[in-house]
């Protein structure tokens, strides 16, 4: 009896040991993804690798590319209005919650997708890019005024030896200033940060990124400091499978450069021993993210969507700024993407657009997140 009661006690350790794993969630209380107006409304057309950025109440979504036109990428802009949630149990599915997208000015720069966007002193900026041929890389800049409506073209990506075009670059907005960094020519992976000034119109070169060179990264932005996570990097330590496992925040203000930027940990492991077992599907390129502050939890950073080894994943990971930790959340309830928009506005977290990873579906279909709402598959 005492050998069978042991081999019992055993069983039964190890089952709730395994039940507790991230890689074992039960999505019933994980957050939940609710459907908002297509992309662009009746005339939208479905768009992957888009730049965007946020002014005020508003999401910019421009240029991009369509599977169906593949020779011609895309100079539309769209602007995102998030509806007002009604109260009430309905109210986050209510037609008032959907919101509006609106043609604005067209980007007036050369067509691309695989371009970046930030805001700094309440302009929009998108530069850098692959061009229609698929081989032409771009490091020119174009500022949008929300006000007139109207683009401006700005300083290239340069200094007094040349420009330093790129594409599936990273980018942070710190109020009057915006960063780019990291992307590729498609031959070179690039660890470069540039920094530019709207009061000045020029980009500054910054200390080197101490992570792998890579393209493809997600970044927030969070009390006045940067992080940049995932993204592809081949041949490069700190990957597994070619996508970066390394995670930095970059604080804009330190004097000091040993401090400028910081590791945190590791988004991947194979060691069952170690603080972050589990993490082994957040690794990713391409992906969407946002911040959402005073969730029940905290304040906290999302990412999900994007590809891992040509196949499009759906994985919702939540970042615990307080704590330098991760939780699966609930899944993207859209069909799997890469190369989708990431946004936050009025402190609500969205993802729109994206391409399958076999660049042979363009998707419209716009999704809001709730981290607070009880998970429901079949709405």
Known sequence: MKVINYTLFVLLLVSIVFSCTRTNLNYTQNGNWASRTTFGGTNGVGVGYAASFVIGNNAYVACGVNPQFPSQKLQAVWEYTPGTIPQGPDGVDSPAAQGVWTAVANFPGLARSNAIGFTAAGQGYVGTGLGNDGVTIYSDFWAFNPGSGTWTEVDSISDANGTYPRYDAASFSFDSIGYVLTGTDGFNYFGD???????????????????????????????????????????????????????????????????????????????????????????????????????????????????????????????????????????????????AIGFNVENRGFVTCGLNAGAQAAYTDTYEWFPNMVYNPYD
């Open 193 to 339: 940060v540039w920094k530019f000034s709207p009061a000045t119109g020029q980009w500054t070169l910054q200390a080197g990124f101490p992570g792998n060179d890579r393209s493809g990264a997600v970044t927030w932005v969070y009390q006045g400091e940067g992080y940049i996570v995932s993204g592809h990097t081949p041949n490069t330590k700190w990957a597994t499978n070619n996508l970066a496992y390394d995670f930095w925040r970059f604080n804009p203000n330190s004097l000091d450069p040993e401090i400028t930027w910081v590791r945190l940990h590791d988004i991947y492991t194979d060691n069952q021993g170690t603080y972050d077992q589990g993490y082994t599907n957040i690794v990713r390129t391409n992906g969407s993210g946002f911040v959402m502050l005073n969730t029940a939890g905290g304040d906290k950073g999302y990412l999900t969507c994007g590809a891992s080894n040509s196949t499009d994943v759906n994985f919702t990971w939540e970042y615990d700024f307080a704590t330098d930790t991760w939780t699966e959340k609930a899944p993207f309830k859209g069909t799997d993407r890469t190369g």
